[in-house]
């Protein structure tokens, strides 16, 4: 078995007894990719925390393994493993100055006090925190703190560094720029990263993969673009931004170009064998993938159901064939049409995705 940072094999995880054992985690295998950043993204309670508690160490698998650097580690305890974690609250010590939180970890395995001072040196330069040694927590921002308990794990030279919701107690604006800061840092250090969040832009803009998982299991690994603009289920779809799911039927097939027809009309698409002349689809459209129409054959009508100005763009909801509703985002908009107006619109073929329709149990 070839050797990756971390590998996921078939790890199950339960809370409670009796008949109230819960799975957070069922059999998830996953291999993470090196020197890469990876997002596991899903809703509350969907297992990721406690995916990423698993390879800290914090939570023992009752089934399964979780081998780092090609080493099972299920029986070493946090402190032991190859790891580092960066938590939601960050968990500095209050009465301890910036060096003194960095270096607390150092001085727990006991190195000489001239390694650790250049350790500690080291790890502030790299996140812009020299100067600040002096500084208790108190006396930090909150995008500060969290660099100091990035600091913190840096010096004990993690192979792969975890990430916990980290941004979670900082205000929007600060979140989108310590974001930046933590995919920059990844990136120049090249150190594989887990990180976990439940904001869907948030995982987006910063990994090179994400796991998107729903009630302990993984629903869909790939790139965020893969995974935007073609989603494996349809919680997937939906819960990665907003989504229109049409139905349409295919009316013709062929090389290169096969026609789907939806609210009596039709446009065409690139020839897909998957799909049979009459069968009835799933079109996976994203609000950006409709736009409104001068007319054509591919025009269909539509009624201005209500409308939200966001700044950069309008997004409008429209009642469309017998009082369905699709949301349409008009970007960089010129105008803001009122309740009722009357508008054509029409699909940009080559921004959505069509999937087979998923079967009721």
Do not use: W
């Not at 509350?44 to 390879?55: D, F, N, Q, V, Y």
């Not at 893969?226 to 229109?244: L, Q, S, W």
């Not at 429209?318 to 985002?329: E, F, K, N, Q, R």
């Amino acid at each position: 078995m070839k050797k990756v940072p971390v590998a996921l094999l078939n790890i199950t995880k339960r809370f409670g007894k009796g008949e109230e054992i819960i799975k957070a985690v069922d059999r998830v295998s996953h291999e993470f990719e090196a020197g890469k950043l990876t997002a596991l993204l899903g809703p509350s309670g969907c297992g990721k925390t406690t995916t990423l508690r698993c390879i800290a160490g914090f939570y023992q698998p009752e089934e399964g393994d979780i081998l780092v650097d090609g080493k099972r580690v299920n029986h070493l305890p946090p402190y032991s493993r190859p790891t580092g974690t960066v938590f939601q609250n960050y968990a500095l010590f209050p009465h301890m100055t910036v060096f003194e939180n960095v270096a607390y970890g150092l001085r727990v395995k006991k190195l000489p006090e001239p390694e650790i001072k250049q350790k500690v040196a080291q790890g502030l330069e790299i996140l812009q925190l020299s100067g600040m040694e002096d500084r208790r927590p108190d006396q930090l921002s909150g995008g500060q703190q969290q660099r100091v308990a990035i600091a913190r794990v840096l010096v004990n030279e993690p192979q792969v560094l975890l990430f916990d919701e980290p941004l979670s107690n900082l205000d929007a604006k600060l979140r989108v720029y310590m974001r930046g800061e933590i995919r920059n840092l990844q990136e120049r250090l090249e150190i594989t990263a887990i990180y976990v969040t439940h904001d869907q832009e948030e995982a987006m803009s910063i990994s090179d993969t994400m796991l998107v998982m729903n009630q302990g299991r993984v629903e869909q690994v790939g790139s965020p673009l893969d995974i935007y603009r073609k989603p494996a289920t349809e919680f997937v779809a939906d819960f990665i931004g907003m989504t229109n799911f049409l139905r349409g039927t295919i009316k013709s097939t062929g090389d290169p170009r096969m026609r789907v027809s939806i609210y009596n009309v039709s446009f065409e698409l690139p020839a897909d064998d998957r799909f049979d002349v009459g069968e009835v689809v799933t079109i996976v459209a994203r609000p950006e993938a409709i736009r409104f129409s001068e007319g054509g054959e591919a025009a269909f009508n539509g009624t201005i159901h209500s409308a939200f100005f966001l700044g950069s763009l309008v997004r409008y909801e429209i009642a469309v064939g017998d009082g369905d509703l699709i949301t349409m985002d008009d970007s960089n908009p010129v105008r803001l049409l009122s309740k009722g107006s009357k508008v054509k619109v029409e699909i940009i073929p080559h921004s959505v995705y069509l999937k087979k329709v998923e079967k009721t149990k």
